[in-house]
């Protein structure tokens, strides 16, 4: 048997709506039921946007207490994480929700094009969101776009502004950014093997119709996946996901098919040298 495979399920995001796939999670409420379904299904870790009541995105604390509170009690164990993505606020703003100390939280180290405007990440802001996370003990996730992104990672790690080992996943498929390309795909796991070690730890994501490609190259290489509606609201070209859960179940196939094992809550959290929940 293959290492252990984590699989992360990105439940809401900021961009799709129940009028692209009634499915997707946007109350509190159905966020958590949501998550308990694909912790079930085989998800260790639960990447968490929150939105407001108008189902727009916002970065409010309050919002992510209630969520981060109904996860634990609903799925035990789980690896929380939060996004500080630009969507859900400006500034210092997409961090406000860190010091509710959540398990992980996404961390962007530098800007990008996105399909109608530019991913802004500046320097200060990044260095204030890595800082926040050290205060807080968050590990952060680094969201690679481009390949800059994961050299930037291993200079703020050699400078002590990471802590452990960072944990890079590589986003592909975003419009007017990196697009789905197997030899690029190689580079970055091969980057990442040079600069943080063999047993380093990474992840692949793939936007739509790309999230099952990036989902088997991650589980073929010996990486950790992520799947989600926040990514892809499809099954098919025909048939929309009828539910967070069901695509977890199609990472867990494609694991049995590389034999590889699903981690459990445990396992993902000794791979990423999480503690265990008080």
């Not at 308990?36 to 207490?65: K, L, M, N, Y």
């Not at 080992?165 to 007017?176: A, E, I, S, T």
Request: aromatic share 6%; proline share 7%; net charge negative.
């Amino acid at each position: 048997m293959g290492e252990p495979c984590i699989i992360c399920v990105a439940i809401t995001g900021s961009v799709p709506t129940k009028a692209d796939n009634p499915a997707l999670p946007v109350s509190v409420a159905e966020q958590i039921e949501s998550t308990q379904a694909a912790f079930e299904a085989g998800a260790a870790i639960a990447h968490c946007h929150v939105r407001d009541d108008e189902g727009r995105p916002t970065s409010d604390p309050a919002r992510f207490a209630r969520l981060q509170e109904g996860l634990h009690r609903h799925c035990p164990g789980m690896i929380v994480q939060f996004s500080t993505g630009g969507r859900s606020g400006a500034g210092p703003e997409r961090g406000g929700m860190l010091a509710l100390r959540p398990d992980m939280a996404s961390l962007a180290v530098g800007s990008n094009n996105f399909p109608s405007r530019v991913y802004e990440n500046p320097p200060d802001l990044v260095d204030w969101l890595a800082a926040e996370m050290l205060a807080h003990d968050v590990k952060p996730e680094i969201e690679a776009f481009d390949l800059s992104h994961i050299l930037k990672a291993h200079q703020m790690w050699r400078a002590g502004q990471i802590r452990d080992v960072p944990y890079v996943q590589f986003v592909m498929g975003v419009r007017n950014a990196m697009p789905v390309d197997r030899d690029v795909f190689d580079y970055y796991v091969h980057t990442v093997k040079r600069l943080f070690g063999e047993g380093a730890p990474w992840c692949a994501a793939g936007i739509g119709a790309n999230q099952i490609v990036l989902n088997e190259w991650a589980i073929a290489a010996g990486g950790h996946a992520r799947t989600g509606l926040e990514d892809n609201v499809r099954l098919d070209r025909d048939r929309l996901a009828p539910s967070n859960a069901a695509l977890v179940a199609r990472v867990v196939a494609l694991c049995q098919q590389h034999d590889r094992p699903v981690a459990d809550w445990h396992t993902a959290r000794r791979l990423l040298g999480l503690p265990l929940p008080a």
